[in-house]
């Protein structure tokens, strides 16, 4: 839909207006053309598997490598981005080895709903104002929101493969408007990282095989929220009390000298989120767990995955006060609890306590649980 100069500029200055009192931070525009660059990096990710079991990104990547692929009519993107930039420290509870570590962006409500209630009130201010048709996107469909915001000048992609801004740092959430209406593009950021590589070094597991790379297989965000199996031992120790998603390279950034603390109340950390003690996610059952954490990205992965995590963190807590809660779960239901339960315990506990413990446990049905117990009795090299 060709509009004239003059009034494309209104409705763009009419978006920022908007977009500021719903509490983004940003916006601005691009084009809907295909990046052939983008689709190549895309292509070489895939064919590396460095997106683990992330099939659906392998079964998308023609749609995802352009916006007209996903809709042939796009002819602008409108990029925003909302802040939720901690109130404190981000770092500072991955010293408290007792208690639970929560990513900055999960512990309060779930973004999606947040952005995308008001992603949808604003597509439609702009549809009604400009005759256009607009479809709105905030992380669940395949759109490359971090190289779309790039292009729009929000911010660049960093060594650390996520969105910096020079005026909001790296916290920051992506969506998208696409709409018919063709509309004055920005001017595309430019790499501002220099030899800065902090985000690289902080990194615990090593994720970044070269910057501006990462294998999601390695990434703590990845194995705590995406990866539905057990997590690779050698990946175990370096977890530390995180047990969903991970900040470490967001906070090393230097240009986080410019970010601001949000000012959404729903993004804002819950006082039970902020530094939760392992003892009591230890007891959750599935029901108190999904009351719990009620409106909260985390209930997405289920109670399983989360006991999984949490026993990991307990694993490396060296607290012996957990001993008797992470000895309840080797009984639980879901082999992915007792195999994380058996690994816990072998390393708070001594090798004889763990033959004990094994001697009174019924025997065990799942090969990975087994393979757990193999490890936790094995004689020290």
């Not at 807590?317 to 082999?335: N, R, T, W, Y």
Request: glycine fraction near 6%; proline fraction near 6%.
């Amino acid at each position: 839909m060709v509009i004239t100069d003059a009034r494309a500029a209104r409705l763009k200055t009419f978006l920022r207006k908007e977009a500021k009192a719903l509490g983004f931070c940003e916006l601005a525009v691009t084009g809907s053309d295909a990046d052939p660059q983008l689709r190549e990096r895309l292509d070489h990710f895939v064919d590396l598997d460095r997106h683990g079991s992330m099939a659906w990104i392998a079964e998308t990547v023609e749609r995802r490598s352009a916006p007209r692929n996903l809709w042939p009519e796009a002819r602008s993107v409108i990029m925003l981005a909302m802040n939720y930039g901690p109130q404190s420290e981000p770092l500072a509870n991955l010293e408290r080895k007792s208690s639970a570590n929560i990513s900055v962006y999960a512990r309060n409500r779930d973004y999606h709903d947040l952005i995308k209630g008001k992603l949808k009130e604003l597509a439609g201010k702009f549809a009604s104002r400009s005759g256009g048709d607009v479809k709105v996107f905030v992380d669940t469909a395949p759109v490359m929101e971090k190289p779309l915001a790039q292009s729009a000048g929000l911010g660049w992609i960093g060594k650390h493969t996520n969105l910096v801004s020079r005026t909001q740092g790296s916290w920051l959430f992506l969506a998208s408007i696409f709409t018919t209406v063709e509309l004055p593009t920005d001017d595309r950021e430019t790499d501002h990282c220099g030899s800065c590589r902090a985000c690289l070094d902080a990194c615990p597991t090593n994720a970044f095989p070269a910057p501006y790379q990462i294998d999601a297989r390695r990434c703590i965000s990845y194995l705590t929220i995406e990866n539905k199996g057990p997590v690779p031992h050698e990946f175990r120790r370096a977890m530390g009390n995180r047990i969903y998603g991970c900040d470490d390279c967001l906070a090393a950034c230097p240009w986080n000298k410019y970010a601001v603390a949000s000012h959404e109340a729903k993004l804002m950390a819950r006082d039970d989120l902020t530094s939760p003690p392992l003892a009591d996610f230890l007891k959750l059952d599935d029901a108190t767990f999904r009351t719990f954490f009620s409106g909260s990205p985390v209930k997405r992965i289920g109670r399983d995955r989360f006991l999984r995590n949490v026993l990991i963190a307990a694993g490396n807590s060296g607290d012996q006060s957990l001993v008797p809660e992470c000895e309840a779960l080797l009984g639980d239901a879901s082999a992915l609890v007792r195999g994380a339960a058996v690994w816990a315990l072998s390393q708070l506990s001594e090798p004889d306590h763990m033959k004990r413990l094994q001697a009174r446990t019924p025997a065990e049905p799942d090969d990975d649980v087994r393979a757990e117990w193999r490890m936790a009795l094995a004689p020290a090299p």
